[in-house]
């Protein structure tokens, strides 16, 4: 069995890509793909995870879990597709003794272990921390960015550091990444990959994040002009996602709003520069897939 852990990040619309796939569990069915309703397995597998710390689990987990998981009999089941952003940590701990999700590679471990004679495969979006950082500070009971970061300094938030640790830690694991900045390019892609289908394959919702950054109207002539154009390849509608989204892109959705104290304009264009230079490094990591527009 393939089984696919989409892990978040936190803040990256996480649960907006688990309704886009369950929108397409029906259908994905009849090909061997589970994706179980998260209220299956979220909870118990952080409480497995918090429960077990560094110990391996008993040699029968995996087969408990997959009964509680799964509806049909694992043997129908090729790939199984788990999605908890809060895998790696809840948002209030996310940099706990000033490190970047701390636990995030220990955890995997385990579920690796768990899985240990099935394919695992890592799924993560990034997000630019200028952005990021505000917005995770919004879920948690912190009063500010110092507070959340426990220590570490804004500057030092480096994805590249974190998935590194993971490769290194999960060898022979597939690491698959993406920016929740280009999710509205991107979404049907993010969703086949996750699934495993080709890439003609029809997803329900693949236009969903653009149609959350879009006026009404754009995406009323965005979705007419493919409807006039059912011949089109998926790098021509890509072409036509930007065409559209460069004339009827709502701007109040594109720019999020940043009032920090602290936090100016030079800050958050030294953040940004420095997100660009760590996407660099990420996509040249063996072992890892960065999908981009």
């Not at 390019?185 to 990959?193: A, D, M, N, P």
């Not at 002009?225 to 890509?238: F, G, H, K, M, S």
Request: aromatic content about 6%; glycine content about 6%.
């Amino acid at each position: 069995m393939q089984v696919v852990l989409h892990t978040g990040l936190h803040e990256t619309d996480s649960d907006r890509l688990f309704k886009t796939l369950l929108r397409n569990r029906d259908g994905l069915r009849p090909d061997g793909i589970a994706i179980p309703g998260p209220g299956k397995y979220r909870k118990l597998i952080s409480e497995m995870l918090n429960a077990l710390g560094s110990m391996p689990p008993a040699p029968d987990t995996r087969n408990i879990l997959l009964d509680s998981v799964l509806d049909d009999d694992a043997g129908h089941v090729d790939r199984l597709v788990l999605s908890h952003e809060n895998l790696f940590s809840v948002p209030k701990i996310a940099f706990q003794g000033g490190v970047v999700y701390r636990k995030a590679e220990q955890r995997l471990q385990t579920l690796r272990e768990v899985f240990a004679g099935d394919a695992v495969e890592v799924f993560i979006a990034l997000r630019n921390p200028a952005t990021f950082l505000p917005a995770l500070l919004q879920s948690t009971p912190h009063d500010t960015i110092a507070q959340l970061l426990n220590g570490l300094d804004p500057a030092q938030v480096r994805w590249s550091d974190l998935i590194a640790r993971i490769v290194g830690a999960l060898p022979g694991v597939s690491v698959t990444v993406w920016c929740d900045e280009d999710s509205p390019l991107i979404w049907g892609e993010v969703v086949r990959e996750i699934v495993d289908v080709e890439p003609t394959h029809a997803i329900i919702g693949a236009y969903s994040r653009m149609a959350d950054i879009m006026t009404k109207e754009g995406m009323a002539r965005f979705r007419a002009y493919l409807a006039e154009n059912p011949d089109l390849t998926e790098v021509q509608i890509r072409r036509v996602m930007v065409a559209f989204l460069d004339k009827y892109a709502d701007g109040a959705k594109v720019e999020p709003e940043l009032d920090l104290p602290g936090w100016d304009a030079d800050l958050v264009q030294d953040l940004t520069e420095q997100y660009e230079e760590d996407l660099f490094d990420v996509a040249r990591m063996p072992g890892v897939t960065l999908i981009a527009p």
